[in-house]
């Protein structure tokens, strides 16, 4: 699970507005995974590798769009003749927090599990500061990641259950067929993070909403259990 005070989600350009999803995407999972094992960022295979992993995302807590407003100043032109003053908006999401599942063979899941649990380089949701609020919970379950996303416990507090924001349902994002009722393309899929060469294909994500039921709710902090 991820608990995020702050995140930037997906790959904003970069330019006068940087923008972030509303969810964990795809590229920021295996950025996230690929930071945890160890992979470089030209590593076409490893990158590959991870992106084949079917992905699943629940939205425990939707957090608040947030924007910081920065400036520059003294940056040089392109022409060379002067400076100026740089201005740049940078939305972030705060409060967020996620389900996020994996579905492959275990011998490639056990392996990423051990990562995040001692990551080779430090974890962090888009920008360096932005660091998990605690550690990341990961663990390998044996049943099919429709169903885990049903059923695993609810990771906000109980309390909150009688928000009117609960009565429809927990978000979940997943990916899927592109021929599936309300498919949608997403761009996210990373091929390479280099910092020259930074590309991306697409995949279809199914979205929708599970209720959240009496049994997905626990007290204490939720395990992988």
């Not at 950025?31 to 960022?41: D, I, V």
């Not at 060379?80 to 740049?88: E, K």
């Not at 924001?165 to 990373?190: K, M, N, S």
């Amino acid at each position: 699970m991820l608990r995020r005070p702050h995140a930037v989600l997906g790959d904003p350009l970069p330019g006068i507005i940087r923008d972030t999803a509303r969810e964990p995407t795809k590229s920021g999972v295996v950025g996230l995974l690929a930071a945890a094992s160890g992979a470089e960022r030209d590593d076409k295979k490893r990158i590959a590798e991870l992106a084949a992993l079917r992905l699943g995302v629940r939205v425990d807590r939707e957090g608040l769009l947030e924007r910081d407003y920065q400036t520059a100043q003294n940056v040089p032109t392109t022409l060379g003749s002067g400076h100026r003053t740089v201005v740049s908006e940078r939305y972030y999401l705060a409060d967020a927090l996620f389900l996020v599942l994996l579905e492959g063979p275990e011998t490639r899941l056990a392996p990423l599990r051990d990562a995040i649990n001692t990551p080779r380089w430090p974890l962090c949701f888009g920008r360096r500061a932005f660091v998990p609020a605690r550690p990341l919970v990961c663990c390998l379950r044996n049943e099919p990641l429709d169903h885990v996303i049903r059923t695993h416990p609810w990771l906000e507090h109980p309390e909150r259950v009688h928000e009117p924001a609960f009565d429809v349902g927990l978000r979940t994002i997943l990916d899927g067929p592109a021929d599936a009722v309300g498919a949608e393309l997403r761009h996210d899929v990373p091929i390479s993070f280099a910092q020259d060469d930074r590309r991306f294909a697409a995949r279809t994500v199914v979205t929708g909403d599970t209720p959240l039921t009496p049994h997905m709710i626990t007290t204490g902090v939720p395990s992988c259990s």
